[in-house]
């Protein structure tokens, strides 16, 4: 819940900004370092979801390890306090200059999504006398049930290598001598709130298992990626953290010396954030009520790029109930936030949050219409 006393700070604030709860984001992540030490994983917080510097040092300090796409996000991540030892690299066009910036750091683990990607860390490894230790992400052919845009291990995926390639990889990786196989990645998609999900690619993994057992070859990282969803209903509600852990204890059957670990990102830091918004209009359509607010897809994109709902609160409204359309000011029809939705009666310059917005939305702003970025506020500060 924003209480009234956040509330009355916001109205001092200039809008459009992140408000970010850390209580919030600290009890998250209590939960995950708890449900981690217990089972023994390793959680690797995926940059991608919010990279904001004041929120990696907090997560950094709670012991997590950090899962990149680019040599820019392994900067931010060691600037914040993470451990090369702790840090995986991820990405199907990963750059030369980045690969080679990443083997002098010497991370943990490059997750590999092809054979010429392989081939090229090998060469740039030869270069630096270096051995880059790496894990084959593959593609486990599993419907994950949520938007097709963040869906990434069905068939037509641009995503990880094809299961019918793996006997090819294994055998160009005996005249490989500057990388060594130390285990197995996958990542099927993004906000999946169906727990079945996770239990087949766990039957998969299993499977994969054996054959790897079957051909000699030992492996000691299993790495089930991201993608527990979280409930953008009931911004309140805290993901399924104890239930995505006791299905992966459950189902995995991890060999021994072997280390499982997961990439949340959207579930550290998704229930944690809200976009903070002004309204500037009320605008007659013909056949509903726009609220013109200040922030747009420039700030939060989800909406517009994947029909995302997030749920919004009018803060400084108690009024009838009305219906509205919640726009942004930027000139695209799909800078819309809700359709339709119940407001109580809402003015200009009333305050408005969207919620679950921590993830995926600071993150993926831009300057679009030349719109500034938008700021980032924190609890701690407004106390
Ligand atoms: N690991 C890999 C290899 C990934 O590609 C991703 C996300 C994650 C971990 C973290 O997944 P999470 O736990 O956050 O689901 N912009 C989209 C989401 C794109 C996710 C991309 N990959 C959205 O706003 O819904």
Redesign the pocket.
């Known amino acids: 819940m924003i209480s009234e006393y956040t509330i009355g700070k916001f109205r001092e604030i200039e809008t459009p900004f992140y408000f970010y709860d850390l209580d919030v984001l600290r009890s998250t992540l209590d939960t995950v370092r708890k449900e981690s030490m217990h089972s023994g994983y390793q959680a690797h917080y ?1 940059l ?2 919010n990279s904001n510097p004041r929120i990696l040092r907090i997560i950094s300090s709670y012991g997590l390890g950090a ?1 990149c ?1 680019s040599w820019n996000e392994i900067a931010a991540a060691l600037d914040a306090g993470f451990q090369p030892s702790g840090i995986v690299f ?1 990405g199907v066009g990963k750059t030369d200059k980045d690969i080679e910036a990443a083997l002098k750091t010497e991370i943990s683990c490059f ?1 590999c999504e092809s054979i010429p990607e392989i081939e090229v860390i090998n060469e740039l490894a030869s270069r630096q006398n270096k051995t880059a230790p790496i894990a084959l ?1 593959i593609n486990p052919y599993i419907e994950a049930h949520t ?1 097709k ?2 869906t ?1 291990g069905i068939e037509e995926s641009k ?1 990880g290598i094809n299961t019918w390639e793996i006997d090819e990889v294994i055998r160009r990786l005996a005249a490989l001598k500057n990388v060594r196989l130390i285990g197995i ?1 996958f ?1 099927i ?4 709130s169906r727990m079945s999900v996770f239990k087949s690619l766990c039957a998969r993994i299993n499977e994969l298992q054996d054959w790897f057992s079957e051909h000699g070859i030992n492996l000691t990282s299993i790495n089930v ?5 979280i409930d953008y209903e009931n911004p309140e509600k805290k993901p399924l953290f104890e239930e995505y852990f006791s299905l992966l204890n459950d189902f995995i059957n991890l060999r021994p010396g072997q280390t499982l670990h997961l ?6 830091i998704g229930q944690c954030g809200s976009l903070i918004s002004r309204v500037l209009f009320i605008k007659n359509g013909s056949n509903t009520l726009f609220a013109i607010i200040d922030a747009g897809m420039t700030d939060l994109i ?1 909406p517009a ?2 029909q ?1 709902h997030h749920r919004i609160d009018n803060l400084t409204s108690k009024g009838h109930i009305y219906r509205y359309d919640v726009v942004g000011p930027v000139c695209e029809t799909s800078d819309t936030f809700a359709k339709y939705i119940e407001l109580p009666e809402t003015k200009r310059g009333d305050i408005i949050a969207i919620r679950s917005a921590g ?2 939305g600071e993150a ?1 702003a831009s300057r679009y219409n030349l719109r500034n970025l938008p700021a980032a506020v924190f609890s701690d500060d407004l106390a």
């Open positions: 995926a991608k979801a899962d796409v991820a997750n992400r938007h845009y963040i990434t995503f990645h990542h998609g993004s906000q999946i990626g991201g993608g527990l969803g990439e949340p990102g959207r579930s550290v989800r790029l994947y995302a993830a995926y993926m």
